[in-house]
């Protein structure tokens, strides 16, 4: 079946990347192999993790399930014939001529015929970093990670699919053009930040009517992975009771600091001005986890002193590594009474 939540995102690099971690993946036929391809031997497909991977502590506690699908058979001089359903994909024209970007257009158009109904011929799961399948038939198969988030949700790791041969060989990288068919490929991978939200709750023991309303801002600061995040927002409290606001669009994970900055004139903080929380992912929470929350507590103070705000807004970056963006917001009043 196709697996949801595959997208294309980076898979040009993606591609690339595979073909020169694992030149025997991408055999080009009968142009280097010396030996014909003896078409009784089972294969097996090794897919692993690229040692020294910036993610590979991610991505060695997480599993990563993985199709694969046979697009075509190839005979033994490695000349290959599509397969029902993938025909049109090009197999028939590669050579050593063939670029990455041919491979590319190859692996997506292979990937573009898969519909919901699609079996996959094989299946792995990736722990640990690594996974194999074993019993492969030879010929050309379309090998199709899934986007899968890491084990706190705090990133989805994204997967280009593409094309690898059985048996291959490592004519690129060493000029020996002797068939694998126990072949190791690379697994590149991209991931994209996930966000979460902050209830920020508050307590407001005393009140008095001639204050009107009562106006406390928070500022929120936090920062993970190189990633800064910086916020700052209210609540608006007009009677002694409980209110709160939730503040969304906070990187997953982030431990983030949250501190009363204002609370008015009229109005004291009872305990303390700061609190921390780490933010939790929606899934997290979903599946009966607690989220991310603060509290503060206020109380009448017996003054009479009006009170104004200013939000300044940030808004998440739309790709990790991006900038946040600042926005300025209304501005709140509690005057005096007259």
């Excluded at 990937?111 to 996974?131: M, N, Q, R």
Aim: contains cysteine; glycine residues 10%.
């Amino acid at each position: 079946m196709k697996k949801e939540g595959l997208n294309k995102k980076g898979m040009a690099a993606a591609i690339a990347a595979v073909m020169a971690f694992s030149a025997a993946a991408l055999s080009i036929g009968d142009v280097y192999a010396a030996n014909p391809i003896d078409l009784t031997k089972t294969c097996s497909l090794t897919v692993e993790v690229e040692a020294g991977s910036q993610y590979e502590t991610d991505l060695d506690q997480m599993t990563i399930p993985v199709d694969l699908y046979k697009v075509a058979d190839v005979n033994e001089s490695g000349q290959y014939t599509e397969l029902a359903n993938f025909e049109g994909i090009g197999l028939d024209t590669i050579s050593d001529a063939t670029t990455a970007d041919e491979w590319l257009t190859m692996a997506e158009t292979a990937f573009g015929k898969l519909s919901d109904t699609s079996v996959p011929d094989a299946e792995i799961d990736i722990t640990a970093g690594t996974g194999t399948v074993s019993d492969l038939s030879v010929g050309m198969y379309l090998v199709v990670p899934e986007d899968t988030y890491n084990t706190d949700y705090s990133y989805q790791y994204q997967f280009a699919p593409y094309l690898t041969a059985l048996p291959g060989n490592d004519y690129y990288n060493s000029g020996d053009d002797t068939w694998i068919y126990d072949p190791v490929v690379g697994l590149k991978v991209e991931r994209e930040m996930q966000y979460g939200g902050l209830t920020i709750n508050k307590s407001l023991l005393g009140y008095n009517n001639l204050t009107q309303d009562g106006f406390f801002v928070f500022e929120i600061e936090g920062e993970k992975d190189g990633e800064i995040y910086s916020n700052v927002t209210s609540i608006e409290m007009t009677s002694a009771g409980s209110g709160s606001v939730y503040v969304d669009g906070i990187p997953v994970g982030m431990e983030v600091t949250v501190t009363e900055i204002y609370s008015g004139g009229s109005y004291e903080s009872v305990g303390e001005t700061a609190a921390t929380a780490v933010i939790v992912a929606d899934q997290i929470i979903e599946a009966g986890g607690l989220g991310a929350e603060v509290s503060f507590e206020n109380d009448y103070n017996d003054k009479l002193i009006p009170g104004t705000g200013v939000l300044n807004q940030f808004h998440a970056p739309t790709e990790e590594g991006g900038e946040w963006q600042w926005t300025q917001g209304g501005q709140s009043e509690s005057p005096a009474a007259e």
